[in-house]
């Protein structure tokens, strides 16, 4: 008779359906510190709804609010509507309220052009864009590879809406490309963007640099519509919008529930065109469970793991690329920095952060409510001057119109996190 001893079941990550909620002490943190921590990004002014922590898996702390007095109270000194209007807009939030993305929804974009690849539709980063937009297949927009687009060197210009001609165009000044170029104005956000011709080089453009620099192509230049156009060439490579795509290859396997904004438009991909570049709603404690995925290299399905390749790049990254940012983890200038993580950044302050060393995730986000007064779709269409006339991303403050500015910084938030660690 055999008595060799029988090898204990090998174990594998798993993605949580439900976050196992546990005390800091038990994963080596401090309560107290992160209570600092928390009471420093909660502060009052600082317009957050939500935040959480998880570490070694496990979520560790999270706080949610509504809008505070004070914070109605600045927003109706800039706006039109008294402190109440806005109090009750955004009253109390839990961890089953939905936050927005904004440009966050860029990196989930990124990783599902990683599980195109993977899955064989997209033969490679590498490629040459025109493969699926076969409307750059006869120019020099044939030069522009996926990974390009994906890095924000196109060599395309960022495009903005103009409240003359009522279409999208290349931008004509520094603070519409500011964020990417202002293209939610547009009914149709997508057309335009595949439309654009390679900006010229060697001359200074107003959007690049403030007009101060000659523009080489391949420069970076953050761009909205660059990630549009990834979003079409997954529709063109696997039949499948990205909700939908998502859906089936991402969200139903680590266990988030979230819904992506559409365009205006009543053609495109499904009723509109769905915004690659922004306007994923879900919970903070699901957009944590994106960076837990990335932290545990991939996606887990038993004992199969994928898309590992994948996530090696976005973790090797040494500056932005791959719709991924790299943030200093200590509230220091980055040309000082020692100590960087990758992150994903959208319009108001939204974060996902991600430290490979610590085995941490930190989420922070906006206040946030869905305008839906035109349709209960999620489709974006914007009247700056009449809300009534609008459906919305309406995160604050600046996604309402407010000048305000939340005076809090994300690395500073991080680090105090990274210093409860015992």
């Given at each position: 008779?055999?008595?060799?001893?029988?090898?204990?079941?090998?174990?594998?990550?798993?993605?949580?359906?439900?976050?196992?909620?546990?005390?800091?002490?038990?994963?080596?943190?401090?309560?107290?510190?992160?209570?600092?921590?928390?009471?420093?990004?909660?502060?009052?002014?600082?317009?957050?709804q939500a935040a959480v922590v998880i570490k070694d898996g496990k979520l560790v702390y999270e706080r949610y609010r509504g809008m505070t007095d004070n914070e109605a109270n600045i927003l109706a000194s800039t706006l039109s509507e008294n402190g109440d209007f806005y109090k009750s807009l955004y009253a109390q939030r839990d961890q089953n309220s939905y936050i927005s993305s904004w440009s966050t929804a860029k990196s989930f974009a990124s990783f599902l052009i990683g599980i195109a690849v993977e899955s064989g539709a997209i033969n490679s980063i590498e490629d040459s864009a025109s493969s699926y937009i076969t409307e750059w297949s006869s120019d020099e927009r044939?030069?522009?590879?996926?990974?390009?687009?994906?890095?924000?060197?196109?060599?395309?210009?960022?495009?903005?809406?103009?409240?003359?001609?009522?279409?999208?165009?290349?931008?004509?000044?520094?603070?519409?490309?500011?964020?990417?170029?202002?293209?939610?104005?547009?009914?149709?956000?997508?057309?335009?963007?595949?439309?654009?011709?390679?900006?010229?080089?060697?001359?200074?453009?107003?959007?690049?640099?403030?007009?101060?620099?000659?523009?080489?192509?391949?420069?970076?230049?953050?761009?909205?519509?660059?990630?549009?156009?990834?979003?079409?060439?997954?529709?063109?490579?696997?039949?499948?919008?990205?909700?939908?795509?998502?859906?089936?290859?991402?969200?139903?396997?680590?266990?988030?529930?979230?819904?992506?904004?559409?365009?205006?438009?009543?053609?495109?991909?499904?009723?509109?065109?769905?915004?690659?570049?922004?306007?994923?709603?879900?919970?903070?404690?699901?957009?944590?469970?994106?960076?837990?995925?990335?932290?545990?290299?991939?996606?887990?399905?038993?004992?199969?793991?994928?898309?590992?390749?994948?996530?090696?790049?976005?973790?090797?990254?040494?500056?932005?690329?791959?719709?991924?940012?790299?943030?200093?983890?200590?509230?220091?200038?980055?040309?000082?920095?020692?100590?960087?993580?990758?992150?994903?950044?959208?319009?108001?302050?939204?974060?996902?952060?991600?430290?490979?060393?610590?085995?941490?995730?930190?989420?922070?986000?906006?206040?946030?409510?869905?305008?839906?007064?035109?349709?209960?779709?999620?489709?974006?269409?914007?009247?700056?001057?009449?809300?009534?006339?609008?459906?919305?991303?309406?995160?604050?403050?600046?996604?309402?119109?407010?000048?305000?500015?939340?005076?809090?910084?994300?690395?500073?938030?991080?680090?105090?996190?990274?210093?409860?660690?015992?």
């Amino acid at each position: 008779m055999d008595n060799a001893p029988i090898a204990p079941p090998q174990t594998y990550p798993t993605h949580p359906l439900v976050w196992d909620v546990v005390t800091p002490e038990s994963v080596g943190m401090s309560s107290s510190g992160l209570e600092q921590a928390f009471d420093y990004v909660f502060q009052d002014g600082s317009f957050t709804q939500a935040a959480v922590v998880i570490k070694d898996g496990k979520l560790v702390y999270e706080r949610y609010r509504g809008m505070t007095d004070n914070e109605a109270n600045i927003l109706a000194s800039t706006l039109s509507e008294n402190g109440d209007f806005y109090k009750s807009l955004y009253a109390q939030r839990d961890q089953n309220s939905y936050i927005s993305s904004w440009s966050t929804a860029k990196s989930f974009a990124s990783f599902l052009i990683g599980i195109a690849v993977e899955s064989g539709a997209i033969n490679s980063i590498e490629d040459s864009a025109s493969s699926y937009i076969t409307e750059w297949s006869s120019d020099e927009r044939s030069s522009i590879t996926i990974k390009n687009l994906l890095d924000m060197r196109s060599g395309l210009p960022p495009a903005c809406f103009n409240f003359v001609t009522n279409e999208i165009g290349e931008c004509l000044n520094a603070n519409d490309s500011s964020s990417g170029g202002n293209i939610v104005y547009a009914d149709d956000q997508l057309t335009k963007c595949i439309d654009r011709d390679l900006a010229t080089e060697g001359v200074t453009h107003p959007w690049f640099e403030n007009g101060l620099t000659v523009y080489s192509r391949g420069a970076f230049q953050y761009s909205n519509c660059d990630t549009m156009v990834l979003g079409e060439i997954i529709f063109r490579a696997t039949g499948q919008d990205i909700q939908t795509y998502a859906e089936y290859n991402l969200f139903s396997k680590i266990g988030i529930d979230a819904s992506w904004w559409r365009d205006f438009t009543s053609s495109g991909q499904s009723n509109g065109n769905y915004l690659a570049y922004c306007c994923l709603d879900s919970t903070a404690r699901d957009f944590a469970k994106f960076g837990h995925m990335l932290l545990l290299n991939g996606v887990w399905e038993g004992s199969n793991q994928r898309y590992s390749s994948y996530v090696d790049l976005i973790k090797n990254l040494n500056s932005y690329g791959l719709q991924f940012w790299t943030i200093c983890a200590k509230a220091q200038s980055n040309s000082n920095c020692d100590d960087w993580i990758i992150s994903t950044i959208g319009f108001d302050g939204q974060y996902i952060m991600i430290d490979f060393q610590r085995n941490i995730v930190v989420v922070r986000a906006s206040l946030y409510t869905p305008i839906q007064n035109l349709s209960q779709d999620r489709k974006m269409k914007l009247n700056p001057s009449n809300l009534a006339q609008s459906n919305w991303i309406a995160t604050v403050p600046n996604g309402l119109g407010s000048s305000a500015n939340p005076n809090i910084s994300a690395s500073a938030f991080f680090e105090l996190v990274a210093n409860s660690i015992n």
